[in-house]
């Protein structure tokens, strides 16, 4: 049953499904849309073209789909994506996209901490966590499961790869590989993610296999070009070993080593 607070402020073109909750103050603006279970606490502001799906509880003072904080937009149709089962704490802000019908994405499960930002056509994939005051400039990229430690800046265009860990307060000025951690100033790779990657589900056998990758990518004093070579010429067709080579070979920022 949907239940909204006398106080808040719905606009009539909102789309809110059943068994959505918006609490005291909160503004829900007339082209944002609200799947079914979603949680919205006191004071929080929805606007924008923004898409929430199902099962979100976004927190007291949080504000979803302002415009792009890029002196280039001027006004285009993008879009504030967000998928299902999401938690957004206090004042977290996420931003619409600047370029025309594209859109900031949030995928499923993912917890993004108070005081986070998430500026313009940042993605967010799925399980996800922005700890508090991570400030993502546009066009960050964050892969499945990575973990961005407190009061860390990510510089634009970063891209943070899957089942990553970033230590808290380090500046990310280049892409972080997948499965490693990655901490210090300047920021650095300092071993191989290997609590998270069990805790994720990889099996030893799985471990094993990165930690090799690991070292000839980051410890054998080859270059980059010449550790991608290495790695699909000794590990051939590995999922993971392969997801990490391309990951590699794509980086237009260079990667944090």
């Known amino acids: ?5 006398p106080t808040a402020v719905v606009h009539s073109r909102a789309e ?9 103050y909160s503004v ?3 082209d944002v849309s609200i799947g079914a279970g979603t949680w919205i606490g006191s004071h929080v502001v929805l606007e924008g073209r923004t898409r929430i799906g199902l099962g979100n509880r976004i927190f007291h003072g949080a504000a979803l789909g302002g415009e792009p904080q890029d002196l280039k937009y001027r006004g285009e149709s993008t879009y504030l994506r967000i998928g299902n089962f999401n938690t957004i704490r206090e004042y977290a802000t996420i931003n619409m996209a600047c370029i025309e ?3 900031t994405t ?5 917890l993004i901490m108070a005081y986070a930002h998430v500026a313009h056509n940042c993605r967010i994939a799925s399980r996800v966590i922005l700890a508090n005051s991570v400030n993502l400039a546009g066009h960050v990229e964050v892969f499945e499961g990575a973990i961005i430690g407190g009061v860390t800046p990510v510089h634009q265009f970063v891209r943070v790869g899957r089942y990553s860990i970033v230590g808290g307060g380090c500046r990310v000025p280049k892409d972080v590989p997948p499965f490693v951690r990655a901490a210090g100033h300047p920021l ?6 290997s609590v998270g990657l069990e805790r994720n589900g990889f099996d030893e056998d799985r471990r094993t296999t990165l930690k090799r990758a690991y070292r000839v990518l980051f410890r054998s004093g080859l270059n980059t070009r010449q550790a991608v070579a290495r790695l699909r010429e000794e590990f051939g067709a590995d999922d993971d070993v392969c997801d990490l080579a391309d990951f590699v070979e794509k980086s237009e920022r260079g990667i944090t080593l």
């Open 16 to 24: 809110i499904d059943d068994n959505v909750i918006i609490g005291p």
């Open 101 to 103: 019908d594209e859109a």
């Open 188 to 193: 650095r790779v300092v071993g191989l993610n």
């Open 28 to 30: 829900i603006g007339p």
């Open 106 to 110: 949030i995928e499923d499960h993912a």
């Open 1 to 5: 049953m949907l239940d909204i607070h």
